[in-house]
C-alpha cells in the first residue's frame, strides 16, 4: 500500500531548480507535520524541511533562503521548491508524514515515500 507518493526529481545543473511534489493517500488522516529529507550516498538521512497544518515551517541551514516548503491541506500533498541547487544537494529525497488512518486510530503513524533522486551536476 503506497500512501506518500512523491515526484519531481531529476537531473539539474548547478544553479538550476526542482519542486517535488508529495501527495498523501486520502487514508492518511489528520496530517500534522509533513516534510523532505534527504539521504546522500555513505550520509545519514537528514531532514531538509517541515511543516505543520497550520503553516510553520523549518528548514536545514543547508537550505535556508533556496528551498521553500509549502502544502495545501485540501489536496494532502506538500511541496519542496528547490532553487540555486547546489552540488551538495544531490540525494534521495523522502517525503515524511506524521497522522493516522482507521487502523492505527488515534494512534499516531510515522509515512514515507518511496524517495525521488535529485542529481545537480554540471
Known amino acids: 500500500q503506497v500512501q506518500l507518493v512523491e515526484s519531481g526529481g531529476g537531473l539539474v545543473q548547478p544553479g538550476g531548480s526542482l519542486r517535488l511534489s508529495c501527495a498523501a493517500s486520502?487514508?492518511?488522516?489528520?496530517?500534522?507535520?509533513m516534510g523532505w529529507y534527504r539521504q546522500a550516498p555513505g550520509k545519514e538521512r537528514e531532514l531538509v524541511a517541515a511543516i505543520t497544518s497550520g503553516g510553520t515551517t523549518n528548514y536545514a541551514d543547508s537550505v535556508k533562503g533556496r528551498f521553500t516548503i509549502s502544502r495545501d491541506n485540501a489536496k494532502n500533498t506538500v511541496y519542496l521548491q528547490m532553487n540555486s541547487q547546489k552540488l551538495e544537494d544531490t540525494a534521495a529525497y523522502y517525503c515524511?508524514?506524521?497522522?493516522?488512518?482507521?487502523?492505527?486510530?488515534?494512534?499516531?503513524?510515522?509515512?514515507w515515500g518511496q524517495g525521488t533522486l535529485v542529481t545537480v551536476s554540471s
Open positions: 486520502r487514508s492518511i488522516l489528520s496530517i500534522n507535520v
Open positions: 515524511n508524514a506524521e497522522g493516522s488512518d482507521r487502523r492505527a486510530w488515534p494512534r499516531l503513524v510515522n509515512y
